[in-house]
């Protein structure tokens, strides 16, 4: 199979079924997986398991929806292209201002943040300045160029290898915690009431976001309608594999204790039985999978900038594509500043509050748009994995988020609202220029 360009962006088609799965891996699995496993103890004890569950269940629903779409609307910017398919530009623009500004960047710069403080457990001078501004900058710099020059085939590359260095420390804490786990810190006393593993499960959902980031390359996906799937299940259920079995291994390593672990759980558990060398490999980890994370945001996060350059709605420069490396470079050099600078100097309390309620619109279009353009048969030719039922998983997906909605703060609601305002406003007063335009007609696959 070649991997000419895509006719309609000038992108290789060079991603395949291991690069999308390592990319949904790294994106899904951040810096929280080394910290959380406190926090659910703390509400439900060693009956923690269920509400990961509980979520995976819900996460495979809406991941359904994205792997059917992916396989009808292969695009440059995935949810962008998706939204753009079933409603058109306006909706499009919004669904992408919220995926860039309200998810891809402001997790960026956080995990950049995280990765610093990770590294400064090992080196402490890396928290000072201006070695802390020194690093981000030069891990951000070696990504872009990484990207830029290998174009989407080394960046997956990339993500792949640090994929495999990541879950390296967490498989073998699960290992060891099936084997040295004492029974009655699994036990349950008692089964938790519903409401509470529903309310830990909602929180949990965020830890399982990352397939719609990761699709963003579907614009240079070898054969989307047999790799969407696979990647994307695949990295998924790798995720949940890894999320279950840390928390089981926690829990049956620190028992009652693991609540007063907050600061390093995982690591705290693998000195358990390892000492003082097992608590260094998992603070180790932290650092590789901050790392990971960003090798995989590179990757996917400026391919969101070029497709809404190439809908003709912001400067046509992000949609150029480089002619000596086959890669968006502009939009990766341009991610990556922005990113670093929040990371340096942003406010993240205040950056955050988008996130969750911008993943849920986004969640929520996503599943919705899936059902119409069911109804339009767009991409029929296309799909090797159609959803039993036609439009009942998407419009049971619609229906959880839509739960989920209610669980939103009035500050995050308002936040949400000055991004439509916002996306009206600039839709309005800013004609779009001629720009290459992606449809699903016009895609050519490779």
Known sequence: MTSHPDSATGLARTVGSVGLAASVINITIGSSIFVFPAVVAGELGAAGILPYLVAALAMALIALCFV?????????????????????????????????????????AVVASVFVRAVSVLVPAAAREPYRTLLIGAIYLALAAVNVRGGARLGARVVVGVTIAKLAPLLLLV???????????????????????GRMAMRLMYLFAGVESALAVSGEIKNPSRTIPRGVLGGLGIATVLYIGVQFAAQGLLGPALPSHPQAPLADAAAVVLGASGRNLLLLGTVIATFGFLSADLLTSPRTLFAM?????LPRQLAVVSPRFGSPAVAIVVHAAMAAALAIKADFNTLTVLAS???LVIYAMSAIGLIVLQRRRVGEDRITLRLPGGPVIPVAATALVMALMTTLAWRQIVALLVVVAFAAITYVLSPPRRAQKQTPNDIAIS
Do not use: C, K, N
């Open 357 to 359: 309620s911008a993943l």
């Open 68 to 108: 059917e779409l992916g396989s009808r609307v292969p695009a440059t910017g995935g949810v962008y292209g998706y939204v753009e398919a079933a409603f058109g530009p306006f909706a499009s623009w919004l669904i992408g201002l919220l995926m860039y500004f309200g998810v891809q960047l402001v997790a960026s």
């Open 309 to 313: 350059a190439a809908g003709g709605r």
């Open 175 to 197: 290992i060891i915690g099936l084997v040295a786990f004492r029974p009655e810190f699994v036990a349950w006393m008692a089964l938790p009431h519903a409401m509470d593993v």
